[in-house]
């Protein structure tokens, strides 16, 4: 999935995609999933996690953005973080399954 947002006047191009975890792993050095479930224990947790997440989605997408620290120092006080809802709802809905329940792909084949 791809989506373009517009924060402090930029237009920023973020990437969902199956690689994603991948990356996240190997530019921050965290498992995406252990993050993503640390969050359900420590919500405190969840503005360095998506932070984190806006970057490696953000590079995804243009891999001509520098480090971290260098891609957040382009935005003002708090400006990235508006983002972050839109960036999470892209998330869900990539991650969001699209298989079928056994129950319901049996009652396909008998209908």
Partial sequence: MKRT???????????A??????????????DLFVEL????????AALDVFSNLAYVMARQADPSIGDMDEWFDGFGLFSIYTALPQLSDMWMVETASTSVPKKKASKRKGS
Avoid: M, N, S, V
């Fill in 37 to 44: 479930t640390r969050l359900q224990e420590d919500q405190g």
């Fill in 17 to 30: 995609t199956a690689k994603t975890p991948l990356l996240y792993k190997q530019w921050t050095g965290k």
């Fill in 5 to 15: 947002i517009t924060i402090d006047g930029k237009e920023i191009t973020f990437i």
